[in-house]
């Protein structure tokens, strides 16, 4: 129907034109309240999820205008709180905040606020003595972190160290562990957790509701005397790294150095021939695969250890020796640097045909065939035991890639103990025993080959192989009934010198469902 033709109704308001308005005072309400936004930004907490909005923002106040300071007044502000920051030169730092944010001199900007962050270095705590008047009664929110050099030095924390300089204030130590990237870009790129602790419960609720108002993750940790071990836990590098990394690291310096004196150094000290070109690429792939089969079957050697000892003590409340309950508690880190490993061997193996020495090779391999006047070249065993090597080799890395995605905490967080068990214990195994297999196919008949031993050493896969077989040994005996029955009796709280009578379960599958090492 054209426009304006008879009978057309007039368009609803919202759909086509806007409703006519007749008084002019009524308009100008309307446009103003047009203009606002559907959802303000106090309806939207740091979750994304909407809230109430609160009926008053509330209003704290941070000292200094640092890194820190600037992103913890930005992410307040994007959490609808009311921020003033306290400067010793307002008029140059007002151009770093946020424009919602309030830039003055320090002793006004303490004056409203219940809450001060104090976001300045321990060697500047001194400074703000003066405002001690305007303290008083006030949270001090200690965010510093000393350095390695300074934890050792000084006994106390820079928490305490700031509740001695004000005593009238309420200290809490708290965010220290956050950086400022993860401030600016919220939690959900960052650790949520934000340890707290304070002699005051009443302020550590409050600066815990604040916290929660970011969008973190409050985590008690006692009193103000815990400070000094908070602040020690931004000092921490990879802690549960460092013995896994010395772990792998000294295997790979051992195999290298194996197999350079076998594959490097034997040519060149016995027939003249010069292969040191092997040393960043061929030694290298060889030594990975050798690193990565160890490491796995690492992983499951204290399990057995474990089992072992529980058989012979006859208990499983007996505790385990440091050195082994140490042990158990690294094999996660253990069996990613296997992936890590395994992955690298991978990659190195295609590099292998890239190379021109394996070019030249292949060419001189070719020259001799035509001089020896062979058309034909093929050899059916190993043809057959490259392409099982190859296949059970890409299996045992899909297997290792399992393991090391389920190990992921946001994958093993959606998976139930029972299914998290069978991929890390079940299928664990069956990746060792993959790697086994692929490690077997490739040695084949070469460990009973007298010129496979150069200076007397026998071939590199022949070491690799003890740990891994006693490893599965150790499995296919705990499997006989005889001893999978007593591993279960005491798994399930049986002990060989109490007086209590314990009977399993008719159900042989519900027996198998206690919980293994």
Not at 62 to 72: N, P, Q, T
Not at 145 to 155: A, S
Not at 358 to 384: C, F, G, T
Not at 385 to 400: D, F, K, N, P, T
């Amino acid at each position: 129907m054209a426009a304006g033709a008879p009978g057309e109704q007039s368009p609803a308001p919202g759909c086509g034109e806007p409703p006519t308005v007749k008084d002019p005072q009524s308009a100008a309400k309307m446009s103003g309240e047009m203009d606002k936004p559907l959802i303000s930004r106090r309806l939207v907490d740091s979750d994304g999820s909407l809230a109430e909005a609160p009926s008053e923002a509330p209003r704290v106040g941070i000292l200094g205008s640092g890194d820190f300071a600037r992103s913890l007044a930005t992410r307040l502000v994007g959490s609808g709180v009311s921020v003033v920051v306290g400067s010793r030169n307002p008029k140059r730092t007002v151009g770093l905040f946020p424009a919602a944010a309030q830039v003055t001199f320090q002793a006004e900007a303490v004056g409203a606020p219940e809450v001060i962050f104090v976001a300045v270095f321990r060697e500047h705590y001194s400074s703000l003595c003066g405002l001690s008047d305007q303290l008083a009664g006030k949270i001090l929110v200690d965010v510093s972190n000393p350095t390695e050099r300074e934890h050792l030095q000084h006994r106390e924390s820079n928490a305490e160290y700031l509740a001695s300089l004000f005593p009238t204030c309420t200290v809490v130590k708290a965010f220290n562990v956050i950086s400022a990237w993860t401030l600016q870009a919220g939690p959900r790129d960052g650790n949520r957790q934000v340890p707290i602790c304070s002699d005051q419960p009443e302020a550590k609720r409050t600066v815990s509701e604040l916290a929660h108002t970011m969008g973190f993750t409050p985590v008690d940790m006692g009193s103000l005397a815990s400070a000094r071990e908070v602040e020690a836990m931004p000092l921490r590098l990879l802690p549960s790294w460092k013995v896994p990394t010395v772990l792998a690291l000294g295997i790979f310096i051992f195999f290298y150095v194996y197999n350079f004196i076998r594959d490097v150094l034997q040519p060149y000290v016995q027939e003249g021939k010069n292969k040191f070109y092997k040393l960043p690429l061929s030694v290298v792939n060889t030594t990975l695969p050798c690193v990565a089969y160890v490491l796995l079957s690492l992983v499951y050697l204290p399990g057995v250890l474990a089992a072992t000892l529980q058989l012979w003590h006859g208990t499983k409340y007996r505790r385990f020796p440091d050195w082994l309950d140490h042990w158990l508690q690294h094999r996660k880190q253990i069996g990613l640097l296997s992936f890590f490993c395994a992955s690298l061997h991978a990659v190195y193996s295609v590099c292998l045909p890239v190379r021109y020495s394996y070019r030249y090779d292949l060419v001189n391999l070719a020259i001799k065939q035509v001089l020896a006047n062979k058309s034909h070249l093929w050899v059916e065993e190993n043809v057959w035991r490259m392409e099982i090597y190859l296949s059970l080799g890409v299996l045992a890395l899909g297997m290792l890639s399992l393991l090391a995605v389920t190990s992921l905490p946001s994958i093993a967080n959606s998976l139930n103990w029972r299914e998290f068990s069978f991929v890390q214990s079940t299928l664990g195994f069956v990746a060792l025993a993959l790697s086994t297999l692929h490690t077997l196919t490739y040695g084949w008949t070469r460990a009973f080959e007298e010129s496979r031993y150069k200076f007397y050493l026998p071939p590199t896969f022949t070491l690799t192989l003890l740990v891994p077989c006693v490893v599965i040994l150790a499995k296919g005996l705990f499997l006989l009934p005889c001893v999978s029955r007593r591993l279960s009796r005491i798994r399930r709280g049986w002990e060989k010198d109490s007086a209590v009578k314990f009977t399993l379960p008719m159900d042989h599958s519900l027996a198998q469902k206690t919980s293994h090492v």
